[in-house]
């Protein structure tokens, strides 16, 4: 008898663990999963309706039935709705705006996503999940108006333009080149108003600039500068690589740089010198000359540059050099700037005000001081022997900055004087033209003014 009731008792708690376990089974598992779907809306709160709303509908147990509602002072809309035979574990909806309704008057309106699992929690109805969200409607286009732009612009050179944009939700601005390059916009003169210094890089065959104002619920106005295309030709050399010159500036140069350690190949040294450590060199460059202020500017006044007195010119701003050793091409680069030599250790001077930006040694360059003179317009000193600035520094027209030398890659004492329009290498030729900077850069802004003040 003991027996037998032990053996029942033992039976009795099998059953009633087993139960107990499969309740707790079943209450873990993802058929009855209490987890609501999870629903984001990832866009920002402006539409302009013509834009689908991205919606994403996540849940483990998958989803069974959802439906996306415009709500409005007009009254309510079903954008979507759909029950899904096979429920989705996720799901990535693009909700488009019925085109009917296209003449919505509300300006505010609220977007409802309710989606339901298909988990068989809560007497087999499945966890609801819904989320709603407030969107400003915008469907108006920003409003874009060319003030005066400068009449040209050479290959390699700059040229300025100034703008009227306007809305209700701006979101950013900027200058496109060659659907490529942005350049920044600084507001100018009065609210409303905007200036842009923009290049066309001296490597580009073609040019085209358009102005770009987006808002922020994606309307976008582009209007094309209509600049007067002025060709010109750079010179491309062949340069023959000495052993004099190998076995001298470039053993020099790649005992001093890390890129070169370890490579005893007089040729490899070269094509890292000249190909590696200057795309890394000019990086640095284009890097700190493509900042931009975003404080309103009224007065640009530049005076031409003349940087070097009594100086030679000894390489022109945009040479192609293609370098050969033993007849065959072993390398390229361009020469971006203008070598000017007058005597040794000479004082350089800009003639302009600015700002120092950096004033260190930078690879092929050799000491570099960089200067900033205002609406993204730098100029940079190259090889110089000794600096007489320091970051941060602002020089004032006629103040000695530096001495020209032979540091970095260069043969002989000299300055390379470079101009960067936001990072961009422009012809140094057209900032040391005054009849050039009156054309293009004074005539251009003055005209701006008249006609903005009038307005
Ligand atoms: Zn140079």
Redesign the pocket.
Known sequence: MRRKNNSSSILFLIIFGGIIGGVVYLYNSAMFERDVPKIEITQAQYWNLKEPIDISIEDASGIKWYEVKMISSEGEKVLKQEALLTPQKKLELKVEYPKMSYGIKDKNIKIVVTAVDSSKWDFFSGNTGTIEKSFIIDKKKPLVTLITNSYGIYKGGAALVIFKAKDENLNDMYVEVNKKKRFKVQPFYKEGYYVALVAWPVSSKKFDARIIVNDKAGNSARIHIPYYHKAKSYRTSKIKLSNRFLKGKIAELAYDFPETQGIEDSIEQFKIINEDVRAENEKLIHDITSKVSDKMISNFSIKPFYPLKNAAKV?SFGDHRLYYYKNKKVSESY?L???LASVKMGKIRTQNYGMTVYAEENGIYGNLPIIHHGMGLYTIY??CSSLRVVTGDSVKPNEQIANTGKSGY?MGD?L?FGVLVQGVEVRPEEWMDKDWIRLNITEVMKNAKKLIGRS
Do not use: F, Q, V, Y
């Open positions: 390489a020469h700037g203008l070598d190259g090889h260069a000299h390379h």
